[in-house]
């Protein structure tokens, strides 16, 4: 069998679905050709190869690269002295007074060109790969006004250009109200709707639109009218639901078919049961929660109890989540929400990969699947789970 | 003036006590001789230097290397798989009985050669120093018999020569009855305090002596043996104290002039007292602290109105805080335990000296002391406490 690379000695965590927890071969091999997976399976049973370049693994671990599936890694501004401030005792209200908050983000953001703002994310982005991601989802939302939407749609566009990953961005121009649409916030939803969601669709600068439904933010009403003109428009949906309260949100993304729901934290009952219907994934961000020293967990025991699958992201973003390690969104995944190691490591690779709408496409180790690959010093997978701030990775392949 | 290296076009946290916060200097220059700091101040004030190697920092923040003051870094074996068992619902009756807990750990410890200790070790050891890590204290604890202690604290001595970096050995032998002491606590407190105590100071093994006191290890009756043992050999002194209850163990140490008392969750306000006339230093260690789930925070108010400089650090072990970044450490100091940015940074450069009787030594930038140092690629020092798992370290030297 004529392949392109192969691996070999190492230890195999599949991921698939037809095998049981991880999927894992323990003396395993993996040939690839056209940056696909042509063949896997233990090394007992594979064919002969001819490999243009063979990778011996020396008995470490393989897993599908990683996959960071809700981040907002593009952004320009500093939130680093709002932080400072705030443990000195600034409360939101003073912060917001000195001009802090998401809206300096958007300010900052707005104010930034498309190179700036490649130059903010890089150093973002590196570190994320550093710790084997292969695929991280972008999502816009602090430009909240047409070109500077787009623009951050382009510029997580273009990181792709500028270091081996795939990035898959999605549109979340409902993050929050701009200011100049205080009082209008009909007129910003038309904006949305009318202007900017099918704009993203015909230049296709996102692959799924995104809303942040709270008190806060969008109410269900208008987080309806977002995901009515993304179906109108050909594109699929995720909801930021029920992070800070019971909106319902869950169950409203759930009725539009939603990729996903995230955060979860005061998801009921009938959301949970809604979720598993859809098909929907539950994204759990515990960055955010740990940042906010939120104490309401969200319900994994009923998601596990309805099959709904769980991934765990890193929420990146400079307000609630400046958290820039899956691994460690991962350990906080278990530690703090009970997660296991098994739920953890399918969180961050075939779930996180559905939460996408990109199932049959990465996410596993078999054939078919894009060779996103990622090579582990480590005697076990649950290693991975296990360190807090360790640096495992030996090796990483976007296609090999 | 002749030097050997000298920095410029640097931002400077001096962490000098004669300054307020981080001692900040915004056009800083810094010129080493001999491993020392031979100069430091602003730039514009500088003398005329002679360098053999100039180092332009373009404008990057330069720290004393930071100094994690609490490790177990040393030990063999692997409690991944019973962190696997306990999060799908094992008990701790149930791992112990599996073999599983810290005597797993002291098992595979006494097995292991000093070769194998140094290769468990080093990837530890390098995801510290991967954030700035100039000096790492490391006490032993899993070897609970002569030649197993003296070979981990020669094990923690020998990584110094495997890696630039500084070791700081501590004797903790007092850290959990040994299984064959299961029935004679007293034989086991006579071979600490009349062999292995006195081995220890014999052969310089160490430079000071810890112990656990607590409801599950050791006695405060028990402990003021140890200590008294140690002063008797010239050791100073340091202990696990109220981690898990309020045993009077600060307030214990405190009057052994220990040089800090660490973790420290159910302090009283008599322990804070005692600490605070000893200049006992407070280590904070947030690792554990959120590894356990614990909610009981530690006295921070009062160990600033009292004045007793707080130190943070990783406790890395694999049990209860698997923590291989101080960053990190920090982040979880600010999150969980509210410390301000500038707290949080004295605690792993001035204060962490000081936890380690060094402070004259290190831990600040100042003429004479150490040339260990860290230079960092961020815009504002609270970025270091604010980002999680990030990796903005940009270059890292031992006696520079």
């Not at 690379?5 to 999927?23: E, I, Q």
């Not at 969104?329 to 690779?349: D, Q, S």
């Amino acid at each position: 069998m004529r392949v392109d690379r192969l691996f070999t000695d190492v230890r195999l965590a599949t991921m698939a679905p037809h095998r049981p927890g991880l999927g894992a071969i323990e003396d395993g091999a993996l040939a690839t050709r056209d940056g696909r997976i042509a063949w896997v399976g233990p090394r007992a049973e594979a064919p002969a190869f001819t490999a243009r370049e063979t990778i011996r693994g020396e008995g470490r671990w393989l897993t599908p690269g990683l996959i960071d599936c809700h981040t907002h890694l593009v952004w320009a501004g500093d939130r680093a002295a709002e932080f400072e401030r705030r443990l000195e005792g600034a409360t939101y209200e003073e912060i917001a007074r000195e001009g802090g908050g998401i809206l300096s983000t958007v300010r900052a953001t707005r104010a930034a060109s498309r190179a700036e703002l490649v130059r903010a994310a890089l150093p973002r982005l590196d570190a994320l790969l550093a710790d084997g991601i292969t695929t991280v989802e972008v999502k816009s939302g602090y430009g909240l006004e047409p070109a500077s939407e787009y623009r951050q749609l382009e510029t997580a566009a273009a990181l792709a250009a500028e270091r081996p990953v795939r990035i898959e961005a999605t549109f979340l121009g409902a993050h929050t109200l701009p200011p100049e649409f205080a009082n209008d916030r009909a007129g910003y939803l038309r904006l949305l709707c009318e202007t900017m969601i099918p704009e993203v669709a015909r230049r296709r600068l996102a692959s799924a639109v995104d809303a942040f439904c709270e008190q806060i933010a969008f109410t269900p009403e208008e987080t309806r009218a977002v995901f009515e003109a993304a179906r109108a428009h050909g594109l699929p949906v995720k909801l930021h639901a029920d992070q800070l309260s019971d909106t319902g949100g869950a169950a409203l993304a759930a009725s539009f078919g939603a990729l996903s729901a995230d955060h979860l934290e005061y998801t009921n009952a009938e959301g949970v049961a809604a979720m598993a219907r859809a098909g929907t994934v539950a994204v759990l961000l515990p960055g955010a929660f740990y940042t906010l020293r939120e104490t309401q967990l969200p319900p994994v025991e009923s998601f596990r109890r309805a099959a709904v699958p769980m991934a765990v992201a890193t929420d990146c973003n400079p307000g609630t989540s400046p958290l820039l390690s899956l691994l460690l969104a991962m350990n906080m995944a278990a530690t703090l929400f009970r997660l296991t190691v098994v739920e953890c490591l399918l969180g961050v690779t075939r779930h996180a990969a559905k939460a996408l709408g990109l199932a049959d496409d990465r996410g596993t180790l078999e054939p078919g699947k894009r060779a996103d690959l990622a090579l582990w010093s480590i005697e076990r997978p649950a290693e991975l789970v296990y360190t807090i701030g360790g640096r495992p990775l030996h090796a990483r392949w976007v296609g090999a």
